[in-house]
T-cell receptor, first 115, second 112 residues
Framework: GNSVTQMEGPVTLSEEAFLTINCTYT??????LFWYVQYPGEGLQLLLK?????DKGSNKGFEATYRKETTSFHLEKGSVQVSDSAVYFC??????????????FGQGTILTVHP | ETGVTQTPRHLVMGMTNKKSLKCEQH?????MYWYKQSAKKPLELMFV???????ENNSVPSRFSPECPNSSHLFLHLHTLQPEDSALYLC???????????FGPGTRLTVL
């Protein structure tokens, strides 16, 4: 079956530091890949996505590139802010299959940014 | 009100109680989902509904009973729960032909 593996956290950074959160996946075919973010006390929000190999998703200064050859979708941001403190989830929707829109999530990475 | 809403936001119940969680989406989507978010575990898909028909039951115990009376509303009926069922229960919705799910804020459930 499909699976997503994220780097274990928590990740603690100073403001303006560079961020990388690693994500690798296992899936058949060509899944769509996502990063969701969960701020304290809230549900998940889509941060960015990519639907085919070599696509780059980007939003709010965050980027991730769909790498088919390494089955990876690492999240990066050049300069984090305190407001980026949240839990980040990597996820995929498998290509085809029997279940409509079935997301598979990684375990989540807690990011804390200090001033 | 817009987006996906969930009520109540917090719920404390005993193991013999019966309660229901409610989810409502105002986005015109046709698919709705229940997820369970436990501490230190990945989000678990519980149920999927597409045009009010259940298309996925991810081996969820029968003490959780979903109901989808229309494409805008989704319920999760709870009875005789266990303490290990304490978690954040998230609802999501999605429009056909797309791949982006929109999540509600969740219901924090504590089973005593």
């Amino acid at each position: 079956g499909n699976s997503v593996t994220q780097m274990e956290g928590p990740v603690t950074l100073s403001e303006e530091a560079f961020l990388t959160i690693n994500c690798t996946y296992t899936a058949t075919g060509y899944p769509s890949l996502f990063w969701y973010v969960q701020y304290p006390g809230e549900g998940l929000q889509l941060l960015l996505k990519a639907t085919k190999a070599d696509d780059k998703g980007s939003n709010k200064g965050f980027e991730a590139t769909y790498r088919k050859e390494t089955t990876s979708f690492h999240l990066e941001k050049g300069s984090v802010q305190v407001s980026d403190s949240a839990v980040y989830f990597c996820a995929l929707i498998g290509a085809g299959g029997t279940s409509y829109g079935k997301l598979t999530f990684g375990q989540g990475t807690i990011l804390t940014v200090h001033p | 009100e817009t987006g996906v809403t969930q009520t109540p936001r917090h719920l404390v119940m005993g193991m013999t109680n019966k309660k229901s969680l409610k989810c409502e989406q105002h986005l015109g989507h046709n698919a709705m989902y229940w997820y369970k978010q436990s501490a230190k575990k990945p989000l678990e898909l519980m149920f999927v509904y597409n045009f009010k028909e259940q298309t996925e039951n991810n081996s969820v115990p029968s003490r959780f009973s979903p109901e989808c009376p229309n494409s805008s509303h989704l319920f999760l009926h709870l009875h005789t729960l266990q303490p290990e069922d304490s978690a954040l229960y998230l609802c999501a919705s999605m429009s056909g032909g797309t791949d982006t799910q929109y999540f509600g804020p969740g219901t924090r459930l504590t089973v005593l």
